[in-house]
T-cell receptor, first 115, second 110 residues
């Protein structure tokens, strides 16, 4: 079984630019969520997608947006980058079901540096 | 969202058992207790989860207090590869968002 993969692994952008991060879910998973992790902190929930629709959002501004595709892969887009957006961005996939509490499977993240 | 509290850091000697505590005094009856760990330069990794009964798997054991207001992740024999940040979280269903706290940073001493 293929795990969660994220690309790119590292990225450097300039303040004000836009960035797109990509995630390929684990095979058979139908839900994807994105997290931002600043250095020394726990991951912070950005949003979650299920069946190509946003299904829950954390305390992040609208310039953070996402997409989930029919094959359950996903993108995170961030517009008008700010220095504080520098962080590790994690994608996690899971299988949503009414009778389970299936765990999240994380990728190893994309390290974004905004200068 | 119900919250969890964990010690910031713990130390263990290699090959000894480690008990990582988590308090969740506001847990509701439908909250599952999940544990994840994050090794350096990697994404978090699922360890174990449970609802009421103690749980065992190949990685660890989860001991849940009778009143469910606390739980303990048990690593039976710590290895150097177990050095990581361990997160205890609560989650009602498979489509609930996951809220991470700062976790416990575990150091394993050779």
């Amino acid at each position: 079984e293929t795990g969660v993969t994220q690309s790119p692994t590292h990225l450097i952008k300039t303040r004000g630019q836009q960035v797109t991060l990509r995630c390929s879910s684990q095979s058979g998973h139908n839900t994807v969520s994105w997290y931002q992790q600043a250095l020394g902190q726990g991951p912070q929930f950005i949003f979650q997608y299920y069946r190509e629709e946003e299904n829950g959002r954390g305390n992040f501004p609208p310039r953070f947006s996402g997409l989930q595709f029919p094959n359950y892969s996903s993108e995170l887009n961030v517009n008008a980058l700010e220095l504080d957006d520098s962080a590790l961005y994690l994608c996690a996939s899971s299988l949503r079901g009414e009778r389970n509490n299936s765990p999240l499977h994380f990728g190893n993240g994309t390290r974004l540096t905004v200068t | 969202d119900a919250k969890t509290t964990q010690p910031n850091s713990m130390e263990s000697n290699e090959e000894e058992p480690v008990h990582l505590p988590c308090n969740h005094s506001t847990i509701s009856g439908t909250d599952y207790i999940h544990w994840y760990r994050q090794l350096p330069s990697q994404g978090p990794e699922y360890v174990i989860h449970g609802l009421t009964s103690n749980v065992n798997n190949r990685m660890a054991s989860l001991a849940i207090a009778e009143d469910r207001k606390s739980s303990t992740l048990i690593l039976h024999r710590a290895t150097l590869r177990d050095a990581a940040v361990y997160y205890c979280i609560l989650r009602k269903t498979s489509y609930d968002k996951v809220i991470f706290g700062p976790g416990t940073s575990l150091s394993v001493i050779p």
